[in-house]
């Protein structure tokens, strides 16, 4: 509170305002607006101290936020909808119920225990606690991560101790199986339960004992996990499922070969069979004892849910703890688990002697297929193959999308037809089989003033250039690009994405459109104001750095497996190819890497190629505007 403020609370204090009604009035309507724009600068100054200082500014928004939203209003399960708290509570309750009820029952198959485990050292328990992320919520017990951290030695010797007992004798504390629960919304209809995400707030002890096991047991279910799952992978991304899913639809349209795409599960993380979830990692080759001692622990789970005031008690029976550190490596092991059963290692589409017949990131799988009966095929054993690990296929969001060369016969999952879409957003990117990217450019339009907004009120407000240069180019560029690695841009599309941020640089700037042009401002006048990266440069260097990560890998992913690749199968018929950008991906970020193929150059000569991206992009550009084909792209 400014000083001025604060002498004129003491001056309200002092007045009479019986004898002075109208002045009290007017002092009280001034100090409401005083208080407001000392909040409002209170606010920025603490988010301009944040940007300064490289920290998170949407973390400090998160700090200053005064109350949070609750829930107003729930759909039943007969589409009505409810006001009432004990009626919002009533439902919630019965949908996590039915939500985390087994079908199967509670397992009772008894896991054959080998031998005692190597116990576990302190150096073990404090590089977990070290590698832990900061700022999350404590669990039901109250302690949290940073009074953790600030232990000595000592705590971790008898962690590690105590650990040690809790694997050797395979029991673990009661208060590991208790769980508080927060709703995250996601998107959509803000009244329906299934766009929420059930975030479950665990114990510190219990995080930190299950991260040591997870050391041990990453490296065999790293090698049981095939390169077609790219989560929970290192060194994997969601660009390696993009640009193959790109590429294939580019390869299935140059050759006139019929492809067929559908995609989506539902609610992995919270549909899983336990059953399931500890066969799977036996057969990858884990431990029994690691696996009996997880069983134990989610063994009789409960978690509280607080929506208002009154906590609600659920009896979790199926699907894995989400922020378990070991979770997601779990839900993973299960889903390789299902999918193994399904006899598809001659289906999907051939690639340089490999069928390619599915990709997944997580809960996310979209199958690959030539035809509609070979799809309804995969389908069904997947479901078939799902439902008994309680893995169910999401109707709703499952859908087919097919190029013009292949069959119009429905795909049916179950006999019923599943419905047909020009365009899919798959992990953030809106994909079609005609690679067009006029409606991904729209999407990354929204998605740039999103992140500009954002980050408005520290950029409008700091006199500092360079902070505002760069805190646009660490929150606008990234969301402004993304994916930018596997688009293939033209001249009308790259003047469109210069509009897109020439515009965010004159709000950023406090110029309007109609001042620019009353001032015969050009746009390099802009840029000479904001500082900022250009927008074309940037993807430009991020093509050719993913392509040097490509050509580096050699673990068989599908991303280098299907940008080098050519059907050999069939010739590619004589036609007039549009080699403007728009139809094929041949342009920095191929071209680079058919140059690092030709010449199996070393590292130093990928750093030159690194360096030359501009000049070999300018270089493919002008071949594509000139509707030349890039026969040999390494001349």
């Known amino acids: 509170m400014s000083d001025a403020t604060r002498n004129l609370l003491a001056k309200r204090r002092q007045m009479d305002g019986k004898n002075n009604h109208v002045g009290y009035t007017l002092l009280n309507r ?32 998160r700090e200053l936020a005064q109350y949070r939203l609750t829930i107003s209003c729930l759909k039943g399960p007969d589409g009505s909808r409810t006001t009432s708290r004990p009626g919002m509570e009533s439902i919630l309750t019965n949908f996590y119920s039915n939500l985390f009820k087994s079908d199967h029952g509670i ?18 328990v404090r590089h977990a606690i070290e590698t832990m992320p900061k ?16 232990c ?7 962690l590690a101790q105590r650990f040690t007992r809790y694997v050797n004798d395979c029991k673990a504390p009661d208060a590991w199986r208790k769980s508080k629960t927060i709703l995250l919304f996601k998107k959509g209809d803000k009244d329906d339960l299934d766009n929420y995400r059930p975030m479950t707030l665990l114990p510190v002890l219990y995080k930190v004992f299950t991260r040591c096991l997870l050391a041990r047991i990453r ?21 390696d499922h993009i640009i193959t899913c790109c590429r294939i639809t580019e390869a299935a349209r140059e050759y006139h070969e019929p492809l067929i795409l559908t995609f989506d599960y539902r609610k992995a993380f919270d549909s899983i069979e336990r059953e399931k979830t500890w066969s799977a990692p036996n057969e990858q080759g884990i431990d029994p004892r690691y696996t009996e001692i997880l069983k134990e622990c989610y063994s009789g789970c409960v978690t509280v849910f607080r929506p208002f005031f009154r906590d609600l008690e659920v009896t979790v029976e199926k699907g894995v703890r989400r922020r378990d550190p070991i979770a997601p490596n779990l839900s993973a092991a299960c889903l390789e688990y299902t999918i193994r059963h399904c006899a598809w290692d001659s289906k999907g589409i051939k690639i340089d002697g490999r069928y390619l017949s599915q990709l997944r990131f997580a809960d996310d799988l979209v199958l690959i297929s030539r035809t509609s009966d070979e799809t309804s095929e995969m389908l069904n054993d997947l479901h078939a193959a799902g439902i008994k690990a309680g893995l169910n296929i999401n109707m709703k969001k499952t859908k087919c999308m097919r190029n013009e060369y292949s069959d119009r016969n429905p795909v049916y ?13 798959y992990l953030g990117r809106l994909l079609n089989m005609k690679n067009d990217l006029k409606s991904e450019l729209i999407r990354r339009k929204k998605a740039g003033w999103a992140a500009y907004n954002s980050i408005r009120n520290v950029i409008e407000h700091t006199r500092d250039d360079e902070l505002r240069a760069n805190l646009f180019n660490s929150t606008v560029l990234p969301a402004l690009s993304y994916a930018s690695k596997t688009w293939s841009l033209t001249k009308n599309l790259e003047k469109r994405l210069r509009r897109i941020q020439i515009s965010l640089e004159r709000r950023m700037v406090g110029i309007t459109l109609h001042q620019q042009r ?6 390099e006048d802009i840029r000479s104001l904001s500082e900022v990266c250009d927008i074309i440069q940037h993807i430009d260097k991020a093509k050719h750095t993913f392509a040097g990560h490509l050509m580096r890998r050699d673990d068989g992913r599908w991303s280098t497996t299907s940008v080098c690749w050519e059907p050999r199968e069939k010739k590619r018929p004589v036609v007039d190819l549009l080699y403007d950008g728009k139809t094929l991906l041949l342009t920095e970020t191929i071209s680079a890497i058919l140059i690092q193929l030709r010449y199996q150059s070393t590292g130093q000569y990928w750093l030159k190629i690194e360096n030359r991206g501009k000049e ?13 084909s890039p026969s040999n792209p390494s001349k």
Not at 30 to 54: G, I, V
Not at 152 to 158: D, E
Not at 616 to 628: E, H, K, S, W
Request: hydrophobic share 35%.
């Open 30 to 61: 001034l100090c409401r607006q005083r208080l407001a724009e000392d909040l409002k600068n209170f606010s920025r100054y603490r988010l301009l101290d944040a940007a300064s200082n490289r920290r998170s500014v949407k973390k400090t928004k």
């Open 107 to 124: 397992s009772t198959e008894q896991i054959p225990i080998g031998e005692m485990v190597p116990s576990f050292l302190p150096s073990e």
């Open 135 to 150: 700022g999350k919520a404590p669990g039901a017990d109250g302690l949290s991560l940073e009074a953790l951290q600030a």
């Open 152 to 158: 000595s030695h000592k705590i971790h010797c008898a």
């Open 219 to 239: 490296r065999q279910l790293d090698e049981a996990r095939p390169v077609e799952q790219a989560e929970f992978q290192r060194k994997f991304s969601t660009l």
């Open 413 to 425: 999952l179950q006999e019923e037809p599943l419905e047909d879409v020009d365009e899919y957003v």
């Open 518 to 523: 009353l001032n015969r401002l050009h746009n």
């Open 616 to 628: 070999v992009g300018t270089r493919a550009r002008a071949i594509a505007a000139n509707n030349g």
